[in-house]
DNA sequence: CGATCACGG
DNA sequence: ACGCCGTGATCG
């Protein structure tokens, strides 16, 4: 501590000064001080670089000349591990600034592997918590404030020089302690993979993915056309409902009787300059003997109570003649009323979210998400802000042109699209070396069976006197096909530890259209079969990794990622819970190792002048490649999935089959 | 800022 | 108390 206080600091603020002064030792440290968080917008003030002799140099780049600091950069940090706190931030303005090329250097970063080691555990991963729990130093963060307010403007003195080397020291320092933990817990595997990723992830966040802006515009320009057109007709099937409650709020509204501009319900707007607040129309479509409830008893709006209501009831309620061309292929609902409302609601949303959030992200020619590669909490699972867009099925039946085609390739190009599929219910079988589930996958993929099916007949023998004529051949015809749309979410629920009560209103509100309804009993009643009678193993060890979490306070994945729980304190409740996520984190973490592998492997195998990875979904790569090489760029894709999936599963690996699609646009 | 609503896996 | 992991937007 002493030592990093006193560590000896070099100032360069002159171009002649970089002729004098370089780094020392195969290990160095970076920190970057920047006027702001954005890569591609705002600048980098002060370089930061300290080495294992605990002397630091402070790069003042705006008072050096930006090409003889590029080569210093370059001949200082070139075949070194570089050292760093979220390391993904400093190396995409090094890049972007300095054209720093990372594949010279190996990476540690100090977040990273702080959250491998603390993974599920409520710590904080920034510098300043870090530092504070394993030094015992406060970093006094408060001048950073400086750089963001005054950017370029700022007159640097010796008090910003010492806080910029003071981040690059103590990484060191925190880097030691933490090599101890990764041996001590057997995270090193783990630790290494994530270090690998990190430059593949930095590539992926720079190169941005590639995206047509005016299929884009198209996509909005129908978005709003159809949510105006929505509210219109909302406003004129509800108008005389709210007009009674209006009424009835206020005696004397006589202007409400021309088209409303504002509907008041206990003093919140529902209709507002033409908006609709959507949340606020309970009471409306109560005038209409709508009166939805939650399983407590409270009013909701939500999809899932609207469909259990909209199953049991009918309503006279008329829609505009001209609501029904726009709903002709939207029928969520049986009452039209529900049906309009449920559509506008659909609408509201996708305007929302990605009507501006898409529009933030593109920057000429292409979109450029962020990519978490491990949150707090984390079990290991990429997060970024792009993997929720939706899919094609969800947006034609509303009307509106495809929203993924958006992501389109180059001229010249393809996209390589390839994903594991169904992959958590195959490491549960490899997991808990269940012959029976795993036997079923192996012949589901080669077509012979279906496990959904197979299910249908093992379990809901009680609900259904077909179920258990459900065989192949009969997959996609009623009531078979309904059956097995019930049977899929039971499978994945129960790997998620489903009770019987959730378990039952997902059912139902699969065979709804049958009629069937599953009570809760029988529902735990399918669960018991599913654990306890036909994949009796799976089973077991569902139950034993959800004790070991409760009991030992972590779980792991195949390749040794640990997924940890707090103990103390832990109630019932709380104890439960903890088994729900122990019994799942081995699976979804197995599956986040195994992407992340292929990501390393295939960045390591791929033409980066040819072919680069632009996204990354959960069980899902997509690259974009040029098209004299998007047949071997797909080879590479479909071999480092596999491989990774080899690595992964001693028992199913080798069963895995990958078949990536070269495809124009994100759409397969 | 937490809860609730969508969306993805 | 009752399904795992995330993202963004809205509301009280």
Redesign the pocket.
């Known amino acids: 501590m002493e030592q990093i206080k006193n560590a000896k600091v070099t100032v360069v603020n002159a171009t002649t000064d970089l002729v004098t002064v370089s780094v020392e030792g195969d290990i160095v440290s970076v920190d970057l001080e920047t006027s702001g968080l954005d890569w591609q917008r705002n600048e980098v003030l002060l370089i930061s670089i300290a080495d294992s002799s605990q002397t630091s140099i402070v790069l003042d780049v705006s008072s050096v000349n930006p090409h003889e600091l590029r080569a210093w950069l370059h001949r200082n940090l070139f075949g070194r591990l570089i050292v760093g706190h979220n390391l993904s931030f400093d190396l995409k303005f090094l890049t972007r600034v300095y054209d720093f090329d990372l594949r010279s250097c190996a990476y540690y970063d100090t977040m990273l592997a702080e959250i491998v080691l603390f993974a ?1 555990l409520d710590y904080g991963n920034s510098l300043k918590e870090i530092v504070a729990r394993r030094i015992g130093l406060e970093l006094d963060k408060t001048i950073r404030a400086d750089f963001t307010a005054f950017g370029r403007t700022l007159t640097m003195t010796d008090t910003h020089y010492r806080y910029a080397s003071l981040d690059a020291l103590t990484t060191l320092a925190v880097r030691e302690l933490q090599l101890v933990d990764l041996r001590t817990n057997e995270l090193e595997q783990i630790a290494e993979l994530e270090m690998r990723l990190l430059p593949v992830v930095v590539e992926m966040e720079l190169g941005g993915v590639p995206f047509d802006w005016q299929r884009f515009e198209t996509f909005v320009s129908v978005l709003h056309e159809k949510r105006t057109l929505a509210e219109r007709l909302m406003q004129e099937a509800l108008q005389p409902a709210a007009l009674r409650i209006a009424e009835h709020q206020s005696r004397h509204t006589p202007q409400l009787f021309v088209v409303p501009q504002t509907i008041n319900i206990n003093s ?1 707007p529902v209709c507002k300059d033409g908006v609709w ?1 959507y ?2 129309l309970w009471p409306v479509l109560q005038q209409y003997g709508i009166e939805i409830v ?1 399983k407590d008893g409270n009013p ?7 469909q259990r209501w909209d199953a049991a009831h009918t309503v006279d309620a008329a829609i505009p003649p001209e609501a029904e061309a726009l709903l002709q292929s939207y029928r969520q609902y049986r009452n039209p009323l529900l049906n309009l409302y ?1 559509y506008t ?2 609408i ?3 305007d ?2 990605f009507g ?2 898409l529009r ?1 992200m593109y920057h000429n020619g292409r979109l450029y998400p ?1 990519f ?1 590669q491990l ?5 290991g ?1 990429f ?3 792009l ?5 094609d ?2 947006i034609k039946p509303l009307g509106l042109p495809s929203l993924r085609q958006c992501i389109a390739a180059e001229p010249d190009h393809s996209l390589v699209i390839a ?1 594991f599929a169904g ?1 958590e219910l195959v490491i549960l079988a490899d997991m808990s070396g269940d012959e029976v589930l795993g036997d079923l996958i192996v012949r589901s993929a080669r077509g012979e069976e279906d496990i959904h099916l197979y299910v249908v007949r093992q379990a809901f023998g009680d609900l259904h006197p077909e179920a258990k004529n459900a065989t192949l051949d009969k997959k996609k015809v009623a009531p078979y096909s309904l059956l097995r749309n019930a049977a899929k ?1 039971t499978s ?2 129960i ?9 039952s209103e ?1 059912i139902s509100q699969q065979l709804a259209p049958l009629g069937v309804t599953c009570t809760p009993e029988q529902a735990q009643q399918i669960i018991d079969n599913w654990k306890q009678k036909a994949f009796r193993k799976a089973g077991a060890w569902l139950d034993k990794t959800a004790q070991q979490g409760q009991r030992l306070g972590y779980v792991r994945t195949a390749l040794g990622r640990k997924r940890m729980f707090d103990l103390r304190n832990a109630d ?2 709380a104890l ?2 903890i088994g ?2 122990a019994s ?2 081995p699976i ?1 973490g197995t599956c986040a190792d195994m992407l992340k592998l292929a990501m390393v492997y295939v960045a390591k195998d791929l033409d980066p002048a040819r072919a680069r990875l632009i996204l990354t ?4 790569l997509v690259l974009h490649a040029t098209n004299d090489y998007a047949q071997e760029a797909s080879m590479i894709l479909k071999q480092s999935m596999e491989k990774a999936a080899r690595k992964c599963m001693p028992r199913m690996g080798q069963y895995v089959v990958v078949e990536p699609a070269i495809s124009s646009c994100y759409d397969k």
Do not use: C, F
Request: glycine share 8%; aromatic share 4%; net charge positive.
């Open positions: 599920g919140k607040n949340r606020q939650d909701s709006l939500s999809a899932k109570d609207m449920a609601i659909a509201h949303k996708l929302d979210s501006k959030t933030e962020w978490k949150g707090a909490k984390s079990t699972r997060s970024s802000n993997q929720q867009l939706p899919k099925e969800k994903d992959i979410p994945y629920g790997a998620y530890g489903i009770t019987g009560m959730a378990l997902t019932r409740k439960s819970a729900r996520e799942n984190a979804q979904v959960h069980d899902e």
